[in-house]
Each structure stands twice: as structure tokens, then as C-alpha cells.
């Protein structure tokens, strides 16, 4: 199968700012992929020039066999954006906008039930301004999935959530079966709970890939037994602990193993790349 | 292009602008300051006037309600287009909704179609507002001949694209949506101080009227007094002549430049993201 987005050598310069330094990814069809990396890491720039938004100053890019430099209405068509931020506040209600958003399209869902699935069918009748934050970013996804596409951007979409209405949010993506969506976030835990591959993004490169269970060799990380008299680093962590058992006589007081977490894998990579 | 888009089951340029006109008036009309500051200023200006100044202009039996009338459609029609377009275009810049719109398959065409739809509906309203005040209350008298009704339509019509299309390229101007309104709103008074609508050309000192006479509401409201002041009040104007020529060459120099402006500075980005 073809990718559903395919980036190589991607750069990008503000003025003196070097936003982007060469990247690459590969996103294939169905999957969710999740860019992750602290602020300024260049997550928006990736998404918007994939967009379309924003031009690119080396690189090739393919976004479903599309440049995006030379976007068409049919290529609108098939791809969805949720962006950063979007703060309009017009006098319409939410079944207005999605209904005139529809139209759009050349093969749209049914407004209503999109309303539904975003969870805003008790706030169909609302108009924009009288919803929260979090019904807000609502909406968004549900004009970015209105015409059906086969590929969502969604750019930090629960930034400044509480964490039960990020919890909600997430059940919403997971519930967009068959959609390649592209999310960017700087909370490890938004892409650990959505993402089926992430890519860590510091300074404008990509500096890790992968499933994020395996995350910069984390599988594979040598595990620590840590002790009340001691701490070893080791590949064998079952024979250290047997180990120390008979040296103990039967239990061995204090004792832990522990793998590198996800966030300790993460703090790394961006340890790493902070320096000059 | 549209032919095979449509080929092709994408929905049409002229069906997505004859929606989003919709959906523009529905909106406009729902925001209460706009309504307030664009739509309803001039008529209320009209009441006022009209109530205030009562007196006929010596020797030429023109009323001060006949000039109001005739500078106060002038004003509105630049209201709802200039004016209007001119903050909520900054507005929908800065707030982004012109990148989430560029973002999905609405032609752009689809999206200036639908603002001059709803600014030709808001002025056709603005403008029957006006007039039935003016008939009501100060017994204005309509044109009787085609030739009035002919001129009143050519003027409005320019008038109405001017405005629009200045409307459009005002936008780039304020740097923020909370800028907006003021950016666009205060040389909109200044020039219709200047143009003759609140005080008469013939009180103004020479320079201003040099400075009116480059913008196009000088000459549109000089239009619609050709049409509602008739032969008497000719010799009221600063020539003693409607000269309706001129106003067809200045407001018709003003729909190109307005167009060139356009297309030169209208941008669908903020100016944060690049
Ligand atoms: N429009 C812009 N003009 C100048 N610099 C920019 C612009 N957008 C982003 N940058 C800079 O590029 C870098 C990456 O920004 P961005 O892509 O927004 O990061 P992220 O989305 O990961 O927070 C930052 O250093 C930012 O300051
Ligand atoms: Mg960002």
C-alpha cells in the first residue's frame, strides 16, 4: 500500500529561525501518527506545510500522492484540518456551521451524526460563542470530519484540557476507525493512549520513531534492580534478583525492577538534544 | 475549472457563494454591534436630521431632508460594504477563519461571491429603509422617470463594487481583530465629514473638497442628489452642475483601483503564521 503521507529532507526557515532541519516520516494508510515534541519543536510548521498551509524551503512531500504545495479541491476534499488554534467566535449554532461546512463537499456525512459522534448533540442548537474550550475543539473536529476524509491533521487538539476532558477527547479519536490521522501534541500521554507510531521532534528533527512501546530502545533498555544495600544496571534483571535472593537468605529488603518509562525514554531524547 | 470540478461531484462555485451569502446575512444580522454601527447608524442619522432640520435651501425649493437623504445612502451604501466588509473580513482574517476555509474544498471564488450576495442584500435592505423613512416622514418624493431610476441604479451599483472592493483590500490594514473596528470605523466618519454627508459641501473650505473629491462617497452622494434634488438643487453644488460624468469616471476609476488593490493585497493568513 502506498503511504498516506511521505516526507523527506523537510526544511523550513523563519528568517534566521531554522524551523525544520531536514525531516523525514512516512505515515501509512489507517494508522494514527503522532508527532510529538515540546513547544517549538516545529510540530505546527510540519503539519501546516503537509497542509498546505505554509510553503517549505527544501524537501519533498507527498500527502496522499499529493504535493501540498499545489493543492486542488478534490486533494481539499479527501484531507480534514483541525488547527492550532482557531478562535472564531461567529453567531451560529453548531448544526448550522457543520450543515453549511457539508456543503462543501463532494461526498459529506450526514451532519447530524457527526454532531453526535463529536458529542455535541446536546449543543446542536448552541451558537459558538456560549461553548466551552473543550466544545469548542469539539466543533473543530467535527468540521474536520464532516467531508469524510481519508487523512485528519489535528494540531495539539487538548491543549489546556483538564485531563477528564482530555480522557473524553481521546475516546472521540479512537473512535474515527479507517481515517489516517496525523496528531501533534506535546503530552507523552496523548500520544502513549492514541498513537500507533509516534515521532519525537526536538529542535527540527526527528530524534526517535517508532511503536511508543519501543520508543528509543526502550524495550530492549536494560533494567534496574535497585535494593536496600544497592543498584545494578543489567540485561538480566530474573538472575540478579535470584542472585540476590540466595545471597539474602529469602527476601530481599526494598527490592524494585524497573525499564525506562515512556516519559524517562522522552526526557532523554530531549535531554540529548537540548544542548547546543 | 468549475465545469469539470462539478464533473467530477464537487459542488459548485455559484451554489457554495449562494450558501455562504446566506450564511453571511444570517450572521451579520445576529451580531448586534454590527448591526447597530453598519446597518442601522445611517438611518437613525436620517431620523435625526431630518427631525432637527426642517428648513428648505433659499431659491431652489430642495429640502435638508431631500440632501440627508440623498448623502445618507451614499454613507449606508459604503456602510455595508466598506465599512462592513473593511472590519469583519480583519476580523475573519485574524481569527482564522479565512485559513479554515482556505483549508477545506470551498473554491475561493465561492467565498468573495458570497460577500458581495450579502452585501447587495444588506444594501438593497439599508437602502428601502432609507427611502421609506424619508417618504414617510419628510414626504421625499421618488423619482418619476426612468432616467432618475436609471441614474440612481448606475450610481448605487458603482458605488455598492467600489465599496466592496475596498472593503475587501481595507482588511489587510488593521493588525489585530480588536484593531478592526477602529482601524476602518474612524476614516469612515472623517470621510463622511469631508464628503459633504453631515455637513453641506458648500460650508466646506476648498482643500477638504479637493481631498473629498478623490474618494468615491463625495460622488455618490452627488449622484443621488441628481436623482432626489432634481433640476432645482443643481445649483446648489459646488459647479452648479450634478456633473454625472465625472461620477461615472471617478467611482468607475475606484472598482478598478479597488480591484487591483484587491487582488495585490488580500491574503487568507494572518500575519502571525507565514
Ligand atoms: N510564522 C513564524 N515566523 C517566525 N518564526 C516562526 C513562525 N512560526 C514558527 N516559528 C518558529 O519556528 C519554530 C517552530 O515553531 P512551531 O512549528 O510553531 O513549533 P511547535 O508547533 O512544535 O510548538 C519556533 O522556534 C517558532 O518560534
Ligand atoms: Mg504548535
Redesign the interface.
Known amino acids: 500500500m502506498n503511504a498516506a503521507v511521505s516526507v523527506r529532507g523537510l526544511t523550513k526557515r523563519y528568517g534566521d529561525v531554522t524551523a525544520l532541519r531536514g525531516v523525514d516520516l512516512e505515515i501509512r494508510p489507517g494508522e494514527v501518527f503522532a508527532i510529538l515534541g515540546p513547544n517549538g519543536a516545529g510540530k505546527t510548521t510540519t503539519v501546516e506545510i503537509l497542509e498546505g498551509h505554509r510553503d517549505r524551503d527544501a524537501g519533498t512531500v507527498s500527502v496522499l500522492g499529493v504535493d501540498p504545495r499545489r493543492p486542488t479541491r478534490r486533494w481539499r476534499a479527501r484531507t480534514g484540518i483541525v488547527q492550532q488554534a482557531a478562535d472564531d467566535m461567529a453567531e451560529v449554532t453548531v448544526r448550522e456551521v457543520v450543515r453549511h461546512f457539508a456543503t462543501y463537499y463532494p461526498r459529506p456525512r450526514d451532519p447530524d451524526e457527526v454532531i453526535e459522534q463529536v458529542g455535541l448533540a446536546g449543543k446542536a442548537d448552541a451558537r459558538i460563542p456560549a461553548l466551552s474550550g473543550g466544545q469548542r475543539r469539539r466543533l473543530d473536529v467535527a468540521l474536520g470530519i464532516v467531508g469524510d476524509p481519508e487523512l485528519l491533521f489535528l494540531d495539539e487538539p487538548t491543549t489546556g484540557f483538564d485531563p477528564e476532558a482530555r480522557r473524553r477527547f481521546w475516546d472521540l479519536i479512537r473512535g474515527l476507525e479507517g481515517t489516517t490521522v496525523l496528531l501533534t501534541t506535546h503530552y507523552l500521554e496523548e500520544a502513549e493512549a492514541l498513537a500507533d507510531r509516534v515521532a519525537v521532534i526536538v529542535h527540527g528533527r526527528i530524534v526517535a520513531e517508532g511503536d511508543p512501546r519501543t520508543l528509543g530502545g526502550r524495550a530492549s533498555a536494560r533494567a534496574t534492580v535497585a535494593w536496600a544495600d544497592g543498584e545494578v544496571e543489567t540485561d538480566t534483571p530474573a538472575a540478579t534478583v535470584v542472585e540476590l535472593a540466595r545471597r539474602y537468605g529469602g527476601e530481599v529488603p526494598r527490592l524494585t525492577v524497573t525499564r525506562p518509562s515512556l516519559e524517562d525514554t522522552y526526557l532523554r531524547l530531549i535531554e540529548e538534544r537540548s544542548g547546543p | 475549472m468549475t465545469t469539470t ?1 462539478t464533473a ?4 459548485s462555485a455559484l ?2 457563494g449562494a ?2 451569502a446566506l ?1 453571511e446575512l ?2 451579520f444580522f ?2 448586534r454591534d454590527q448591526v447597530i454601527f453598519t446597518f442601522s447608524l445611517p438611518i437613525v442619522l436620517l431620523v435625526l436630521f431630518g427631525s432637527i432640520f426642517r428648513g428648505r435651501f433659499e431659491g431652489s425649493g430642495v429640502t435638508v431632508a431631500q440632501v440627508y437623504t440623498a448623502a445618507l445612502i451614499g454613507a449606508g451604501v459604503l456602510s455595508v460594504s466598506l465599512q462592513n466588509l473593511g472590519v469583519s473580513i480583519a476580523v ?1 482574517r485574524e ?3 479565512l ?2 476555509l ?6 475561493r471564488s465561492a467565498y468573495f461571491l458570497g460577500k458581495i450576495l450579502s452585501v447587495m442584500v444588506m444594501s438593497v435592505a439599508e437602502v428601502t429603509l432609507l427611502l421609506t423613512v424619508a417618504v414617510v416622514l419628510y414626504g421625499l418624493r421618488l423619482p418619476d422617470d426612468v432616467t432618475g431610476w436609471l441614474t440612481f441604479g448606475w450610481v448605487g451599483i458603482l458605488g455598492l463594487a467600489a465599496g466592496s472592493l475596498l472593503g475587501i483590500a481595507a482588511s489587510s490594514l488593521p493588525r489585530s481583530a480588536k484593531s478592526a473596528t477602529a482601524v476602518i470605523t474612524l476614516p469612515f466618519i472623517v470621510l463622511q465629514f469631508i464628503s459633504g454627508v453631515f455637513i453641506p459641501f458648500t460650508e466646506l473650505p476648498g482643500w477638504l473638497v479637493g481631498v473629498a473629491s478623490v474618494f468615491p462617497l463625495r460622488w455618490m452622494c452627488q449622484g443621488f442628489r441628481a436623482v432626489f434634488l432634481g433640476e432645482g438643487g443643481a445649483a446648489l453644488e459646488v459647479t452648479g452642475s450634478y456633473e454625472l460624468d465625472r461620477v461615472a469616471l471617478v467611482l468607475g476609476a475606484w472598482v478598478i483601483g479597488g480591484l487591483v488593490l484587491c487582488l495585490l493585497t488580500f491574503r487568507w ?1 494572518s500575519r502571525r ?2
Open positions: 470540478d467530477r461531484g464537487l459542488p451554489e457554495i450558501g455562504r450564511f444570517r450572521q445576529r451580531e475573519e481569527q482564522g477563519v485559513k479554515r482556505a483549508g477545506t474544498p470551498m473554491p493568513k503564521d507565514r
